[in-house]
């Protein structure tokens, strides 16, 4: 059964700690999408890749955020240093092309003090 | 401008029944894919169904189906003769597929909270 996993789960963290969460998207699929979701903001595009290549990183705050694809079945997301209104859950969702459908993880939830 | 706008933050719907989840949507492209996704309050993002622009034919998946009135820029999702597991947020997403680099994102709607009551 082909899932998007993502590590960790879930997350306490001081603030101006660093954080990292992984995500392995479903083998074959070479588009890698991160999300972060709040009550307020609702799901937000953090930043995507496709083929390992970044495409668009402009949802994600610069100065503390940094997304990569070290190779095709790993993607991180490190927050560094981390503050209080980093909380959120934070998807990872997978997809093969252009126009398929997201496959999206079980999601990070992280929380930070 | 809101790309996706869902304008009921919650709706409630009798088991049984039918419901009509609103998705109104902006974009100047011809080439677009509506989505549906529901999260249960275990968290997980789940498709239900998509609907290319140049579909012809209204999307179905078993209870659901989309409503696509292209003029008026509509996608709203119906659900038949609900059950109580259909209680969920629902999102209504976009991805619009000529806007140069931004061709592969999902851009999601704040959700609808769904409530099936027994």
């Known amino acids: 059964d082909a899932r998007v996993t993502q590590t960790p789960r879930h997350k306490v963290t001081e603030m101006g700690q660093e954080v990292t969460m992984r995500c392995q998207p479903i083998?074959?699929?070479?588009?890698v999408f991160w999300y972060r979701q709040t009550m307020m903001q609702g799901l937000e595009l953090l930043a995507y890749?496709?083929?390992?290549?970044?495409?668009?990183d402009s949802g994600m705050p610069k100065d503390r955020f940094s997304a990569e694809m070290p190779d095709a079945t790993l993607a991180t997301l490190k927050i560094q240093p981390s503050e209080p209104r980093d909380s959120a859950v934070y998807f990872c969702?997978?997809?093969?092309?252009?126009?398929?459908?997201?496959?999206f993880g079980e999601g990070s939830r992280l929380t930070v003090l | 401008a809101q790309k996706i706008t869902q304008t009921q933050p919650g709706m409630f719907v009798q088991e049984k029944e039918a419901v009509t989840l609103d998705c109104t949507y902006d974009?100047?492209?011809?080439?677009?894919?509506l989505f549906w996704y529901k999260q249960p309050s275990s968290g997980e993002m789940i498709f239900l169904i998509y609907?290319?622009?140049?579909?012809?034919q209204n999307a179905t998946e078993g209870r659901y189906s989309l409503n696509f009135q292209k003029a008026r820029k509509s996608a709203n999702l119906v659900i038949s003769a609900s059950q109580l597991g259909d209680s969920a947020m629902y999102f209504c997403?976009?991805?619009?597929?000529?806007?140069?680099?931004?061709?592969?994102?999902?851009?999601f709607g704040k959700g609808t909270l769904l409530t099936v009551n027994p």
């Open positions: 969702a997978s997809a093969q092309g252009a126009s398929g459908e997201l496959f």
């Open positions: 997403a976009m991805r619009e597929f000529n806007s140069g680099g931004s061709n592969y994102k999902l851009t």
């Open positions: 974009t100047s492209d011809q080439s677009y894919g």
């Open positions: 890749f496709r083929n390992r290549a970044p495409l668009d």
């Open positions: 609907q290319g622009s140049y579909d012809e």
């Open positions: 083998l074959g699929h070479n588009t």
